[in-house]
């Protein structure tokens, strides 16, 4: 089956901390991968995707195949990386399935 | 440009009720999509269109229909609100990979 795994519901880190968001996948061709995360009154936007190999934010995420995993790092949380975090993997027709999400608060 | 407009923000509906939730967008996407999300729950893809005159199911289709008529539009229809659709509603839109959100739509069956 195609799923995504955010087992974090909440993470609360203190600024200056590194921060790693976990997501693991279940699936069975090649995947495609992303973070979306959505801001207090913004609206849900993509954060990065693993095919770019890009740093957006200070954030990277590296895909694990072994590991079935594509967590999300900064080494130094900022207070306005506080969100909800969304993985996300791609199938047929450019559809997401999600993970559940995770609220991350950076304490100051 | 407005990027991808949702209407109504919030919504009360009666059990048994009909309304359509609609959704815009002004990028010239021919990929849109509806999404439920429930409470602590990650979104789920309801329909989705590759374009005008072809829509298709996601996961949770039941209970709900579309349409594309026009690249820009894409409404998303309840014909007999039950209380299991009480969500938030995200419609999103395209052109490749990166997908763009409108703001959603609060929904609530009483």
């Known amino acids: 089956a195609q799923r995504v795994t955010q087992p974090e519901k909440l993470l609360s880190v203190f600024k200056g901390a590194p921060v790693e968001l976990k997501c693991n996948y279940s699936?069975?061709?090649?995947?495609?991968l992303f973070w979306y995360v959505q801001y207090s009154r913004q609206r849900l936007q993509l954060l990065l995707r693993?095919?770019?190999?890009?740093s957006i934010k200070g954030f990277t995420a590296d895909l694990n195949k072994g590991e079935t995993s594509f967590h999300l790092k900064k080494p130094f949380a900022q207070e306005e990386d506080s969100a909800m975090y969304y993985c996300?993997?791609?199938?047929?027709?450019?559809?997401?399935?999600w993970g559940a999400g995770t609220k991350l608060i950076i304490k100051p | 440009n407005a990027g991808v407009t949702q209407t109504p923000k919030f919504r009360i509906l009666k059990i048994g009720q009909s309304m359509t939730l609609q959704c815009t967008q002004d990028?010239?996407?021919?990929?849109m999509y509806w999404y439920r999300q429930d409470p602590g729950m990650g979104l789920k893809l309801i329909y989705y269109s590759v374009g005008a005159g072809i829509t298709d199911k996601g996961e949770v289709p039941n209970g709900y229909n579309v349409s594309r008529s026009t690249t820009e539009d894409f409404p998303l229809r309840l014909e007999l609100a039950a209380p299991s659709q009480t969500s938030v509603y995200f419609c999103?839109?395209?052109?490749?990979?990166?997908?763009?959100f409108g703001p959603g739509t609060r929904l609530t069956v009483t």
């Open positions: 996300a993997l791609q199938r047929g027709n450019y559809q997401l399935i």
């Open positions: 699936y069975s061709g090649s995947p495609e």
């Open positions: 999103a839109s395209s052109y490749v990979t990166e997908q763009y």
């Open positions: 693993h095919i770019s190999r890009e």
């Open positions: 990028m010239n996407h021919n990929y």
